[in-house]
């Protein structure tokens, strides 16, 4: 019984353009969304978070935006380079509980 | 400052055989939690420490998983007996707080045979 979902487990964009990768969740109560990083052979990277008093978050490159009503989560990437090709992991859960419940992941190939 | 320590990086046992992972955590951090990801799906929450306590040790598959962490400093997670659905890459993180983002190990990828 998933909480997080990611339905899209691969995307190619090219350098430069804008990478969008989407996740949903079931549950109305969580309140906190982080997008993690992960490469090969290494662990899973923090890389942005929202609250959920938030609808936007910007760190960069990196863009979070959350649909309380619609329970959806993405991150937008722009422009797209080619060393932000990984593993990308939606994760959500209570900003007062002890644990997160994690997508399966997308991954993410820029071509140069 | 070093990061967040796990070995063995790979294991790979027979069934029934007994395994133990450990994590190093980042110094200073009294949360620690344990993740598993089984076949490229989710990464799915095993437990959590605070300092030497298990605050949440919901994820725990059953009672073969036995997770310790004395003196509040590393984690080793026990699998005995482990059977061919352990395989997996396990996962350790810590934080300094119980709010908020996690620093992650590189995982240990275990191979039950």
């Keep these: ?112 | 400052e070093a990061g967040v320590t796990q070995f063995p990086s790979h294991s790979v046992i027979e069934k029934g055989q007994t395994v133990t992972l450990r994590c190093d955590p980042i110094s200073g951090h009294d949360n620690l939690y344990w993740y598993r990801r089984v076949m490229g799906k989710e990464i799915k929450f095993l437990l959590h420490f605070v300092k030497e306590s298990k605050q949440d040790e919901s994820g725990m598959p059953n009672n073969r998983f036995l997770a310790e962490r004395t003196g509040g400093t590393y984690s080793t997670l026990k699998v005995q007996p482990a059977e061919l659905e352990d395989s997996g890459v396990y996962f350790c993180a810590s934080s300094p707080r119980t709010r908020g983002s996690a620093f992650f190990g590189q995982g240990t990828r275990l191979t039950v045979v």
């Design chain 1, 1 to 112: 019984d998933q909480q997080v979902k990611q339905n899209s487990p691969s995307l190619s964009v090219q350098e430069g353009r804008i990478s969008i990768l989407n996740c949903d969740y079931t549950n109305s109560m969580f309140d906190y969304f982080l997008w993690y990083k992960k490469y090969p052979a290494e662990g899973p990277t923090f890389l942005i978070s929202i609250s959920s008093i938030k609808d936007k978050n910007e760190d960069g490159r990196f863009t979070v935006f959350l649909n309380k009503s619609a329970k959806h989560l993405s991150l937008h990437i722009v422009p797209s380079q080619p060393g932000d090709s990984a593993v990308y992991f939606c994760a959500t859960g209570s900003n007062t509980g002890n644990q997160f419940y994690f997508g399966t992941g997308t991954s993410l190939t820029v071509i140069p």
